[in-house]
């Protein structure tokens, strides 16, 4: 029998998800050696589990959410969850900063009628997960990999590096050193250097990379005349409750507090 794929959906735009179906050719390959089981974006036919590998796209934001979540860790063998609401929270990871009951009021008619949790927070921050694929949305060569890498039992073979390196790969000008505020240094690899081969600074779509140091690149963003409230900004969008992202923007916040 053909190993059980299963895709899930929690709060999220389903851009990462599209990106996994704008593999195409590759999906029809995919298709003869496992068994699409649950994909709720590409068919309506559900399969029951358990399922050898899940992805799992977006953030827990209710109470089903939290629910939910654990009964599909329990029914797959390996969980892999892909892209920034899963991985870190997502945009949406902004309300965790300020008081929900305010957004909910400002935005709605009857706020009473919505069920929502304060936070919204990464997989992991619930359930074990095997495997964290970063990116707003995903890299589908890097998807296609980490499905590979589970079906055979071998470690996904995704770089660890950051932009930077994908910025010499390409002959790219340092934007950084022409004074372009950058989160290249610090972010994960993924994207091709998108932004940065277009003489625009990198906005850490693909989350921190390993061993980040945030307050280094801080130190010369400022030194360089960029202001404390920008770099807050730029480090609060997609990755938002990422770790290394968290945790210097916070401090930048006390810093232009004082």
């Not at 969850?81 to 902004?94: E, F, K, N, R």
Request: hydrophobic share 40%.
């Amino acid at each position: 029998m053909r190993p059980k794929l299963a895709v899930w959906k929690f709060a999220s735009c389903d851009g990462c998800q599209l990106t996994l179906l704008d593999c195409e050719d590759e999906l029809l390959t995919l298709g003869e050696i496992v068994e699409v089981a649950y994909f709720r974006e590409a068919t309506r036919a559900e399969v029951g589990g358990p399922y050898a590998l899940s992805l799992v796209e977006g953030s827990i934001t209710t109470a089903d959410d939290c629910r939910r979540i654990l009964e599909i860790r329990r029914v797959s063998d390996v969980l892999v969850t892909i892209g920034a609401c899963a991985t870190a929270g997502g945009v949406q990871a902004l309300r965790n900063l300020r008081d929900v009951d305010e957004f909910r009021a400002a935005v709605y008619a009857r706020p009473e009628y919505i069920d929502t949790l304060a936070t919204s927070t990464p997989i992991s921050r619930h359930v074990r997960v095997d495997f964290e694929l970063q990116g707003c949305p995903i890299n589908k060569t890097q998807v296609l990999e980490v499905i590979s890498a589970y079906l055979h039992g071998r470690a996904p073979a995704v770089p660890s590096n950051s932009v930077c390196v994908e910025c010499k790969q390409r002959g790219n000008v340092c934007v950084l050193v022409l004074g372009t505020p950058c989160l290249g240094p610090i972010t994960h690899a993924g994207c091709g250097a998108l932004c940065p081969s277009y003489h625009r600074g990198c906005y850490g779509c693909y989350g921190p990379m390993e061993t980040p140091n945030a307050p280094a690149l801080s130190r010369a963003l400022l030194s360089g005349g960029a202001l404390p409230l920008s770099l807050i900004r730029l480090l609060r969008t997609f990755n938002t409750d990422a770790e290394a992202f968290r945790r210097e923007s916070a401090r930048l916040e006390g810093e232009d507090d004082d």
